[in-house]
């Protein structure tokens, strides 16, 4: 059966956020349809990959057809350096995770980028279509005070850098295992976490749209060093950053530059 995209929200058809947030649950629904197909390991994570890609793909194109489009499962049409619009999408983030149910820490990322300014991320959204859940820059989530005792840092399951225990030691914090880079970025503002940070090597589309969530939530966001996260970059590798909630912030990257991430 050919699946169905619902129609999309009147406000998408000006309202980049409500798009980038239509975006997300639609590829979040089709990527849902894919898990109860019955496939297993690499052909689901292939089958979920591609599923997404071409439905963002298809989406886009029908409801901004003048907007660059750079996508992690396609290819890099360097017109996007000319754009004044580039949509910087990661289909499915945490495909390890999507391929092993019912795990829920994998999600779709859609953000936004404008020229305007020297150019930086203007909308975005973070679906988490296991939890039923997807965050926006329309309507950003609401960062309460931290309700632990202690700093929590969310760290990769599979291979957490080994820098981050001696920060963890340094704010006396917990590591707090988990997949997908946009549900470690949401953990920081849904109190899940208080920190991300991450120096093992990423992309834009990794933390675009996260990035972009995480920046109207008020959280801090930046490179490793201090310097701003700049993304639609001739090249697109991006391999660190820091999210944290603000009062952290100084000491995270003080500890950084006194100790470095190697």
């Known amino acids: 059966m050919t699946y169905e995209p619902s129609t999309a929200p009147e406000a998408a058809a000006t309202d980049d956020h409500v798009l980038a947030a239509w975006l997300a649950e639609e590829a979040g629904r089709r990527l849902l349809d894919v898990r109860s197909q019955g496939l297993e390991g690499r052909e689901l994570k292939d089958a979920g990959d591609r599923a997404a890609h071409v439905l963002l793909m298809e989406l886009l194109a029908e409801h901004r057809p003048g907007d660059a489009v750079l996508s992690e499962e396609g290819k890099d049409d360097k017109v996007r350096l000319g754009a004044d619009r580039v949509w910087i999408i990661d289909p499915l983030d945490g495909t390890r995770e999507f391929s092993e149910p019912p795990r829920d820490d994998w999600a779709v990322h859609v953000a936004l980028w404008e020229s305007a300014d020297g150019g930086d991320l203007t909308a975005g959204a973070v679906g988490q279509p296991a939890l039923g859940e997807t965050f926006h820059t329309g309507r950003p989530p609401v960062v309460a005070p931290s309700t632990s005792e202690s700093p929590r840092i969310a760290v990769s399951r599979s291979r957490p850098p080994e820098f981050v225990h001696g920060l963890a030691t340094e704010l006396d914090a917990q590591l707090v295992a988990m997949g997908s880079a946009g549900v470690k970025v949401l953990s920081v503002a849904r109190d899940v976490t208080d920190a991300y940070v991450h120096a093992g090597g990423q992309y834009e589309w990794d933390s675009a749209a996260p990035v972009a969530v995480a920046r109207a939530a008020g959280l801090f966001t930046s490179r490793?060093?201090?310097?701003?996260?700049?993304?639609?970059?001739?090249?697109?590798?991006?391999?660190?950053?820091v999210v944290c909630r603000p009062e952290l912030a100084d000491r995270i990257l003080a500890w950084i530059a006194a100790n470095g991430v190697e």
């Not at 490793?224 to 660190?240: K, M």
């Open 224 to 241: 490793i060093d201090g310097s701003p996260l700049r993304y639609n970059q001739d090249d697109v590798y991006l391999p660190d950053l």
